[in-house]
């Protein structure tokens, strides 16, 4: 009985080394997949368009390089162009505009829309005085770094990354990842048909009309692209900046999702289509936490804001969304994106501020005019009954 015992000890020892020998050799084939798929993903990444950027021309403030709170984010800005034959350079205007601000500790990813018609500071002249436009005019004037100056100048920001792509890569995209499910309204179908004729001249690629009904429709990579593109509703420009936000997140969600292979084909077919300043090394690093990043909330900036005919003739025909005001919205954004930091807008900020309610006439008073949403319907209905004469809005 002891020899018997003896030897069950002994092959229950040989057991555990064989299966430590197992669990090892399996945790060394895992990290080898890891490395080579890295290494692949690499070597895929020659295929994008990299320009260098002097991030010190990109007006991050000496305030907020020394923010600790925002240091602990990384923000990118995210373009997209309406380009229709692949050039991202300067000239084309920036349709899309979003913030993405990452928080590094929790992986949380906020998406704040920039609407493309915001009158902000979009450079200066030789001599040093401000250059007041719609901030989708810097990208197009100033290219990527002028669009992220644009940004960081007026609203205080550290945006260090800049990624632009066009109609192609989106397209491309989501219809390598399956498509996308979308609840359209009748209206929305209409104008989605009309816009992807454009689109699939642009992009080449096919697309089914959707039947005019009301409800969830499966949309396929032009469909998409065209949904996004959508203004002609209720809500107008703001309505399609929620819109290419709601497509930024579900594309998001499938890619975690994907297969190797899928990935495979994204990266072969979208990655000509991009331009960024990040490096491989960036990029490799965002791709492995991919998984576990979360958009957890998302919003349009400015936050109170006017626009219409009245705005127009104030601006001397310039059909343009005014902040109201510019600084008071960059606090609120402050507030949205670090709610942490007990923020308090820049000299710089004050002034373009300043700047604005003299050229627009609209002030902080006027905020009481603007919708807690942002949809102007207050405002509308004020200025409509003035123009009544009864004070209605009826």
């Known amino acids: 009985m002891a020899d018997k015992k003896t ?24 990290v080898l997949l890891v490395l080579v798929g890295c290494l692949f993903v690499y070597a895929k990444l020659n295929s994008l368009d990299f320009v260098n950027i002097d991030l010190s021309n990109i007006g991050i403030s000496d305030t907020v390089k020394n923010n600790e709170v925002m240091q602990g984010y990384t923000t990118i800005g995210l373009v997209g162009v309406d380009s229709r034959d692949g050039d991202l350079e300067t000239g084309t205007n920036s349709d899309t505009m979003i913030i993405a601000s990452i928080n590094n500790d929790t992986k949380e990813v906020k998406l704040v829309s920039v609407y493309r018609d915001t009158y902000l500071r979009i450079g200066e002249d030789e001599e040093g005085n401000g250059i007041y436009n719609k901030a989708n005019s810097a990208y197009a004037k100033y290219g990527p770094e002028g669009f992220m100056r644009m940004l960081n100048s007026n609203m205080d920001l550290n945006v260090t990354y800049f990624v632009t792509v066009d109609f192609q890569a989106v397209a491309e995209a989501v219809e390598l990842l399956g498509g996308i499910d979308e609840e359209l309204s009748e209206e929305e179908i209409i104008h989605l048909n009309n816009y992807c004729k454009e689109t699939s001249e642009v992009t080449g690629m096919d697309y089914e009309p959707l039947d005019e009904v009301a409800g969830v429709h499966h949309l396929n990579g032009v469909q998409t692209v065209a949904y996004a593109r959508i203004r002609y509703t209720v809500g107008d420009d703001f309505r399609r900046a929620a819109r290419q936000r709601e497509v930024i997140y579900k594309i998001v969600e499938k890619a975690k999702n994907a297969d190797v292979g899928t990935l495979t084909k994204i990266l072969d077919k979208v990655f000509p289509s991009i331009k960024t300043n990040m490096t491989k090394a960036d990029i490799l690093s965002m791709g492995l936490s991919m998984i576990s990043y979360d958009i957890v909330d998302q919003a349009g900036f400015p936050h109170d804001h006017v626009y219409g005919e009245n705005v127009k ?23 949205f994106l670090y709610p942490e930091d007990a923020y308090e807008p820049s000299e710089n900020v004050k002034a373009y501020s300043n700047r604005i309610i003299e050229t627009s006439g609209y002030s902080l008073e006027d905020q009481l005019s603007v919708s807690e949403d942002g949809s102007l319907a207050a405002y509308r209905e004020i200025v409509e009954g003035e123009e009544n004469g009864d004070g209605s809005g009826e």
């Open 7 to 30: 030897m069950t000890k002994k092959q229950r020892r040989i057991r555990r080394k064989r299966r430590r020998r197992r669990i090892l050799f399996a945790l060394e084939i895992l």
């Open 313 to 335: 003739n104030a601006m001397n025909g310039l059909d343009c969304v005014v902040p109201v005001t510019l600084e008071s919205n960059v606090i609120w954004l402050h507030q």
